[in-house]
């Protein structure tokens, strides 16, 4: 049973700083994915299980980083400069395999989901 559990949301002002951690049973290509009120659930980054190559959303490049420690078999979401447009529900997945895709219907696993509040 693969388990994810994602950690590391909160409560932070416009231009603020928080780090998301999703850690799993283990090695996973893996992505992060936010869901605002009203909205659907929306691609932000992902990870490969081995190689390490990202990917990102437009709309995080340049503030969100991706990063993994395979010692640990976590993942985080290094997010900066944030926005009120950031506020969503944050989840991590995973894939067995493959690249960093952005669509979430090839992720097989789901986190519990952690909330991201931004406030202008």
């Known amino acids: 049973q693969v388990q994810l559990v994602g950690s590391g949301g909160g409560l932070v002002q416009a231009g603020g700083s928080l780090r998301l951690s999703c850690a799993a049973s283990?090695?996973?290509?893996m992505g992060w994915f936010r869901q605002a009120p009203g909205k659907e659930r929306e691609f932000v980054a992902a990870?490969?299980?081995?190689?390490?190559?990202?990917s990102y959303t437009d709309s995080v490049k340049g503030r969100f980083t991706i990063s993994r420690d395979n010692t640990k078999n976590t993942v985080y979401l290094q997010m900066n400069s944030l926005k009120p447009e950031d506020t969503a529900v944050y989840y991590c997945?995973?894939?067995?395999?493959?690249?960093?895709?952005?669509?979430?219907?090839?992720?097989?696993?789901w986190g519990q989901g952690t909330q991201v509040t931004v406030s202008s």
């Open positions: 997945a995973a894939r067995e395999t493959g690249l960093p895709v952005t669509n979430m219907f090839q992720y097989r696993y």
């Open positions: 283990g090695r996973y290509t």
């Open positions: 990870i490969s299980r081995s190689t390490g190559t990202t």
